[in-house]
């Protein structure tokens, strides 16, 4: 293979000093999807996996932050967190012309039981779900234009399970 022939998406060679170059395409469909979500890395395959496969969304812009929602529904959130967090919102839902905001929270999260070391696993649950409800109420009143979805991530044994969250 010549090294100065445009590759294929995702081939592998080699660059005039002998490092590997891999080569991809970029995403030309413009995405009209915000995923909001947990950097835990225990659910990273799967919070992409639901969004693609189960949503049908294959192109999506994620927002991948630890605690995922928490800073806009925890009253106690330091303010430099909600303001970074409802910053990246606004900007991708107005410059990005955003249509569909895609919240998750998950159970077992480790940033929360961080920032709440004296609660329950329980209660941390409430919460998670409490500041899931909170997240999807303020997108939903500040841009009632843009379809929200909530969801929440449960653990069970070795697997991850997803239920629609909804304000009934």
Known sequence: MERNKRKQD???GHDAKGKVKSVYMIDTQPSRTLGIHCADPRFQSAFRRFISQELGIDNYTPLVIGGGVRAL???NA???NVETLWGQIKFFITEANIELVILINHEDCKWYEYVHSDQSEAELANIGRQDLQAADHRVR?????VQVRSFWA???ND???FSEVTDG
């Open 73 to 75: 529904g925890d009253q």
């Open 159 to 161: 697997t991850i399970s």
């Open 154 to 156: 449960a653990l069970e």
């Open 141 to 145: 009143m500040e841009f009632a234009n």
């Open 78 to 80: 330091p303010p430099e």
């Open 10 to 12: 995702g081939s592998t």
